[in-house]
Nanobody, 115 residues
Framework: QVQLVESGGGLVQPGGSLRLSCATS????????IAWYRQAPGKQRELVAR???????NYVDSVKGRFTISRDSAKNTVYLQMDSLKPEDTAVYYC?????????WGQGTQVTVSS
């Protein structure tokens, strides 16, 4: 059973910061890439950032320079540090991993950027 448990969403003002966490099992953490996706109301789910077991990262252009994805091997957790948040970052954020031909998703965490 693949489990991805997210936390850290909330309400923040424009220009503020939040850190999302995605905790999983040691096997998943060690062997598979972990990604963060987001889905805003009325929009398709989009890839935000991804990190491989070796630490290689990639980001969607709209968050480059503002978001940082990282891994903590002691906690089997992937983080998404979000700085300089904008109203257009408002969405439900999902943790994801892909293995054996299918996607696995966490329950999602709401991020709202508003004054």
């Amino acid at each position: 059973q693949v489990q991805l448990v997210e936390s850290g969403g909330g309400l923040v003002q424009p220009g503020g910061s939040l850190r999302l966490s995605c905790a999983t099992s040691r096997i998943i953490f060690s062997l598979y890439a972990i990604a963060w996706y987001r889905q805003a109301p009325g929009k398709q789910r989009e890839l935000v950032a991804r990190i491989t077991p070796g630490g290689t990262t990639n980001y969607v252009d709209s968050v480059k320079g503002r978001f940082t994805i990282s891994r903590d091997s002691a906690k089997n957790t992937v983080y998404l540090q979000m700085d300089s948040l904008k109203p257009e970052d408002t969405a439900v954020y999902y943790c994801n991993t892909y293995q054996t031909g299918r996607d696995y998703w966490g329950q999602g965490t709401q991020v709202t950027v508003s004054s």
